[in-house]
T-cell receptor, first 114, second 113 residues
Framework: DGGITQSPKYLFRKEGQNVTLSCEQN?????MYWYRQDPGQGLRLIYY???????QKGDIAEGYSVSREKKESFPLTVTSAQKNPTAFYLC?????????????FGAGTRLSVL | AQSVTQLDSQVPVFEEAPVELRCNYS??????LFWYVQYPNQGLQLLLK??????LVESINGFEAEFNKSQTSFHLRKPSVHISDTAEYFC???????????FGTGTRLLVSP
């Protein structure tokens, strides 16, 4: 089945620790996105990538980093600089960001701080 | 800058009753409009979209939304809801050619027997 796989489903971070959230897609989509979801705030864009080896900051990139070495993979690292990382993180992809941008979402990773 | 307003954070309704979830957007250019649904602890699923053409768009499970350019609205409606429609619904907008979605804060639909 084609889709977007996020892992792990739940993740715990200790203070001062970096953690990496995985996002893999087998839809052959060019563009990939990371969002943060907090209660009552909707989704906010962290980073996005339109092609391999290129990515752009979204609205709340501080304290996060990404890489796009392969078309199917777009991992997100939550660094120790992110002081309030507890949230639900969603990865999405779209076939062609210039072609009506219908995004497909993974099931999410819930990150908590110990 | 674009923005999306979903005024109702929560809408309680009885099963088989009609429902309307409101969405207003601000944009000075042409837009694409979307409704996504999120079930508990899951990702978002596309419910329906307006890209061009007919201003009334429908989903396969009975929801519909109407694009109203003069009122900058894209309200979601269903004539008769089911318990299984209980979820959070997000409205989203994209300026044509801009490549990024802007989401509203979501409306939680609670359907009770």
């Amino acid at each position: 089945d084609g889709g977007i796989t996020q892992s792990p489903k739940y993740l715990f971070r200790k203070e001062g620790q970096n953690v990496t959230l995985s996002c893999e897609q087998n839809l052959n989509h060019d563009a990939m996105y990371w969002y943060r979801q907090d209660p009552g705030q909707g989704l906010r864009l962290i980073y996005y990538s339109q092609i391999v080896n290129d990515f752009q900051k979204g609205d709340i990139a501080e304290g996060y980093s990404v890489s796009r070495e392969k078309k199917e993979s777009f991992p997100l690292t939550v660094t120790s600089a992110q002081k309030n990382p507890t949230a639900f993180y969603l990865c999405a992809s779209s076939m062609d960001p210039l072609a009506k941008n219908i995004q497909y979402f993974g099931a999410g990773t819930r990150l908590s701080v110990l | 800058a674009q923005s999306v307003t979903q005024l109702d954070s929560q809408v309680p309704v009885f099963e088989e009753a009609p429902v309307e979830l409101r969405c207003n957007y601000s944009s000075s250019v042409s837009v694409y409009l979307f409704w996504y649904v999120q079930y508990p602890n899951q990702g978002l699923q596309l419910l329906l979209k307006y890209l061009s053409g007919s201003t009334l768009v429908e989903s396969i499970n009975g929801f519909e939304a109407e694009f109203n350019k003069s009122q900058t609205s894209f309200h979601l409606r269903k004539p008769s809801v089911h318990i299984s429609d209980t979820a959070e619904y997000f409205c989203a907008v994209e300026n044509t050619g801009f490549q990024k979605l802007v989401f509203g804060t979501g409306t939680r639909l609670l359907v009770s027997p």
